[in-house]
């Protein structure tokens, strides 16, 4: 498959369904807290919920889609997809909204684990972070609108529209994926589906250090990601008093600056190779979580340097998301739906554990999210740093390097 622009564009659309299911109703958090009779951290299960189910079901989906090919996969999901929006745009109680959160993101898990092997199939690491960048930039996209837009359709209407316009979204994502985008795992490249052989390659996945390393550096980074994701509403809005027209562009800053680093990504990658990039995204990275620990002891940081600091945690994201997929991808061999499930299964469990621990520990002040990201981004960078002393004493022997 070569990537041109329109496959390009399908893909990152395809990408942007679990941002915008993510982020396009954070700005609704109070509303549906007052709607539905239920504390503001109780709602806020509902995306760690959401998180939990996406995890688990693509660890399922891997192995499926190196069987039977992407297409079949991706079809399956985005039609699960709309079936949970509906749920969520027709609930009128918790258990309702919860439910069709499950429901969307058993569809949801199958288009994200897929799209990453549908990329990375008959591509070098480098040509895969590349494309993987050029997808992501579109796919940053969502996070950045969804939040404003989230916020004009619940003054425009009510919550359960945002769910009417992942509807739409998603009908419109079927079409244009089945028009445009061609299987790329031929018959003689699938691997036969069997319970057996799936425990097999995911265990020997897990027993190897550098695979492993990379899937939990990268994990741990989103991990902090989503606890900003889950406590940023409030933080901005009670805490800080941020109007909630204001608050979506307040976290689309973020968005701004994760896709300035996705397209440095794109743009040198093949030049300077995503091992060169990498190091100076940690870098950046362990300098910002300094600053994260030393807010975390002041009385009341300026809103300001709530932002910066923010913004240079989730930033990153934009090198490191595909550099680790990479890494890991590019000792696999054949097994890059089950590297991209394995990924996808801690790295949202661990995103969904995050949100559960913020709720958990919410004292009314900003240091359980700021500490909680400190935590996982110095993680990353240590766990990352001895990753690349492994591999440099056992490089990869892929032809696909």
């Known amino acids: 498959m070569q990537l041109t622009l329109p496959i390009i564009l399908v893909l990152g659309l395809l990408s942007a369904l679990t941002p915008l299911a993510i982020d396009a109703y954070l700005p609704s958090f109070p509303a549906i807290a007052d709607d539905l009779n239920q504390e503001i951290s109780t709602v806020q299960l509902t995306l760690s919920t959401y998180l939990l189910v996406f995890a688990g079901f693509q660890i399922l989906y891997g192995p499926i ?6 297409r079949k996969v991706i079809v399956f999901g985005l039609t699960g997809f709309i079936a949970g929006c509906l749920i969520c745009a027709f609930a009128d109680s918790f258990t309702q909204l919860m439910t069709g959160r499950v429901v969307q993101a058993i569809g949801g898990a199958a288009v994200a ?3 990453p092997a549908l990329v990375k199939d008959n591509l070098t690491t480098n040509q895969f972070a590349k494309a993987m960048s050029m997808v992501m930039l579109v796919m940053a996209l969502a996070p950045l609108v969804a939040p404003i837009l989230g916020g004009a359709i619940l003054v425009a209407f009510n919550w359960h529209a945002i769910f009417v316009f992942l509807i739409l979204l998603s009908l419109l994502s079927i079409v244009l994926f089945l028009r445009t985008i061609p299987e790329t795992l031929p018959p003689e490249k699938r691997t036969p589906l069997s319970l057996r052989n799936s425990i097999r390659n995911y265990i020997k996945l897990a027993k190897d250090p550098i695979v492993m390393g ?5 994990s741990l980074h989103f991990a902090g990601m989503m ?13 800080y008093g941020v109007e909630e027209g204001l608050f979506g562009f307040l976290f689309g800053l973020n968005v701004l600056t994760m896709m300035a680093a996705t397209t440095i990504n794109g743009r040198f990658v093949e030049k300077l190779g995503i091992d060169t990039l990498m190091r100076y995204a940690m870098a950046v990275l362990l300098i910002d979580v300094t600053c994260l620990v030393i807010m975390c002891f002041m009385e009341h940081p300026p809103l300001a340097a709530i932002v910066l600091g923010l913004m240079f945690f989730t930033g990153p994201i934009g090198i490191l998301g595909s550099g680790t997929m990479g890494g890991a991808m590019r000792r696999a061999g054949s097994l890059n739906g089950s590297v991209a499930a394995l990924a996808g299964l801690i790295r949202f469990s661990l995103g969904a554990f995050a949100g559960i621990i913020l ?14 990201m400190a935590f996982c981004g110095f993680s990353t960078y240590t766990i990352y ?9 056992y490089p990869s022997t892929s032809a696909q390097d």
């Open 65 to 70: 889609s190196d069987a039977v090919g992407r």
């Open 214 to 218: 990379y899937i939990s550096a990268g």
């Open 359 to 372: 709720s958990a520990i919410h004292n009314g002040t900003y240091m359980p999210m700021l500490g909680i």
């Open 227 to 239: 606890c900003f994701v889950t406590g940023a509403s409030f933080v901005y809005i009670e805490l």
């Open 385 to 393: 740093r001895f990753v690349r002393r492994l591999e440099a004493k």
């Open 113 to 115: 684990v897929t799209v």
